[in-house]
């Protein structure tokens, strides 16, 4: 890109090298001193321009540079974000699955020993009835002795055919 500062320091130190070729043919160390000069200031502006653009692109660099930056640091920022939210989230499902766990724990608990409570009551029930069908069936083995010895009888020989069959 041209500027202006290269355009007039160009002109500068062409015009400089012209007055200062002039006052070399003239004699004339003040024209030859200030075309000299002027050359010199010409080329200072012309080495200007490109020293500005230079420093113009550096700073577009930077200003790039910076944006990206900015870019990722928000990014970050965001994903720092969300994951405290995630760790949020875990948080918070963890404490309700542990809840969740103790109230099933609990129930599970009630419901043993509900089911150990009924089955005492079971076997209690049972042993009670037990007792009572021996009581039974001795009261009336005891009154009718040979109609106990033809049943014991006949249940025996039936088993025995039930064995002998299968072999």
């Known amino acids: 890109m041209v500027d202006t500062h290269r355009i007039t320091g160009a002109a500068k130190e062409l015009g400089g090298k012209v007055q200062g070729a002039v006052g070399d043919l003239t004699g004339s160390h003040r024209h030859s001193a200030q075309g000299r000069l002027h050359e010199a200031e010409g080329a200072a502006e012309n080495l200007y321009g490109p020293a500005r653009d230079a420093v113009r692109d550096v700073a577009d660099q930077v200003e790039d540079a910076a944006r990206h930056a900015g870019g990722r640091v928000r990014d970050a920022i965001d994903h720092l974000a969300d994951r ?46 037990l007792h009572d069908a021996r009581r039974e069936a001795a009261h009336r083995i005891s009154e009718h002795p040979v109609n106990a010895l033809l049943v014991a009888g006949i249940l025996g020989y039936g088993l025995s055919l039930l064995v002998h069959r299968r072999h």
């Open 84 to 129: 405290d939210e995630v760790e949020h989230r875990l948080h918070r499902a963890g404490d309700a699955a542990e809840a969740h766990f103790h109230d099933a724990e609990r129930t599970a608990r009630h419901v043993a020993r509900e089911a150990r409570a009924h089955a005492e009551d079971a076997y209690r029930a049972g042993g009670r009835h």
